[in-house]
Nanobody, 126 residues
């Protein structure tokens, strides 16, 4: 059974940084992604990485956020990361990790994701 558990959210001031983690138990498939949902907004995909290390970013985070992953042979130890720098109040949202076994190419497209975490809240103050 696949479980995704996010951590690392919190409250920081604008210009600061946070690093989110997503512990993926029972999963070492191809595509892992990050989404976020701001209050009153629809959920949007912001970053993705496949098992070969290829990454894609939404324009809203490109140059500020870095996605990475540990590809462990042990399915209980796969972890996805999101390093977030130069944060602004517009980055305030619930952040979710999501994954798909065979999604190629690996883009953060909501309907293509098979597994979801419950989210971690990021709040940026001005």
């Amino acid at each position: 059974q696949v479980q995704l558990v996010e951590s690392g959210g919190g409250s920081v001031q604008a210009g600061g940084s946070l690093r989110l983690s997503c512990k993926a138990s029972g999963f070492n498939g191809y595509c892992m992604t990050w989404f976020r949902q701001a209050p009153g907004q629809r959920r949007e995909g912001i970053a993705s990485i496949d098992s070969d290390g290829a990454t894609h970013y939404d324009d809203s985070v490109k140059g500020r956020f870095i996605v990475s992953r540990d590809n462990a042979r042990d399915k209980s130890k796969n972890t996805l990361y999101l390093q977030m720098n130069s944060l602004t109040p517009e980055d305030t949202a619930m952040y979710y990790c999501a994954a798909a076994e065979y999604n190629d190419p690996c883009f953060s497209i909501e309907l293509e994701m098979e597994y979801w975490g419950k989210g971690t809240l990021v709040t940026i103050s001005s």
